[in-house]
Nanobody, 121 residues
């Protein structure tokens, strides 16, 4: 089994910054794509950013230029640096990872439990 644990959420004022982390653990052979999505109250889940195992990144237009996704393959950990935060960034942020394990060689997508980000003055 694979566990993803997010951390780093909290309350921040508009214009502020937060750094989210997502640590993967378990019977991991390889981690392929990783990424973040978010869901605001009353809204559909929105994909935010993704990163390949080789470090190629993609971002939603709504966060491009403000958010930076990165990963440390040696630590099985991914990060999301969020700058110039806006009230509309308020949401539960969840990480995902496509992982192959000892028992299942074909990669499956795993999700974290989510961390709350609130942007308010």
């Amino acid at each position: 089994q694979v566990q993803l644990v997010e951390s780093g959420g909290g309350l921040v004022q508009p214009g502020g910054s937060l750094r989210l982390s997502c640590a993967a653990s378990g019977s991991i052979i390889s981690i392929y794509a990783m990424g973040w999505s978010r869901q605001a109250p009353g809204k559909q889940r929105e994909w935010v950013a993704g990163i390949t195992s080789g470090g190629n990144t993609n971002y939603a237009d709504s966060v491009k230029g403000r958010f930076t996704i990165s990963r440390d393959n040696g630590k099985n950990t991914m990060y999301l640096q969020m700058n110039s935060l806006k009230p509309e960034d308020t949401a539960v942020y969840s990480c995902y990872a496509d992982v192959s394990t000892i028992s299942i060689s074909r990669p499956d997508r795993y999700w974290g439990q989510g961390t709350q980000v609130a942007v308010s003055s």
